[in-house]
């Protein structure tokens, strides 16, 4: 079964860090991009930012730039989403998501192939 598990998710105060983690089973990560998405109550899901299949590339949305880093451990199969600084309007679930050798587009929801089921970050005080 092809499958992507976030984990990491909680509640946290504002200016606190949280880290996310993607972990793919039944398939290795290593010929997908991977992104990650987010979406709050009564909003439309956004890219918050992509990673290329080397690691070589990344890409943010100007949201959370200087704030959040992705990383990836393909011998792990795993990619992570270091959040510092959080804000009470990063409150969403975030979802994982991989694409076949793509090209971390953020906006082309339908460039990736699999998704997780999300976890849930909320900032608040």
């Known amino acids: 079964q092809l499958q992507l598990v976030e984990s990491g998710g909680g509640l946290v105060l504002p200016g606190g860090s949280l880290r996310l983690s993607c972990a793919a089973s039944g398939f290795t990560l290593h010929y997908y991009a991977i992104g990650w998405f987010r979406q709050a109550p009564g909003k439309e899901r956004e890219g918050v930012s992509c990673i290329s299949t080397s690691g070589g590339s990344t890409n943010y949305a100007d949201s959370v730039k200087g704030r959040f880093t992705i990383s990836r451990d393909n011998a792990k199969n795993t990619v992570y989403l270091q959040m510092n600084s959080l804000k009470p309007e990063d409150t969403a679930v975030y979802y994982c998501?991989?694409?076949?050798?793509?090209?971390?587009?953020?906006?082309?929801?339908?460039?990736?192939?699999?998704w997780g089921q999300g976890t849930q970050v909320t900032v608040s005080s």
């Open positions: 998501a991989a694409s076949f050798l793509g090209s971390c587009r953020l906006g082309v929801f339908n460039e990736y192939d699999y």
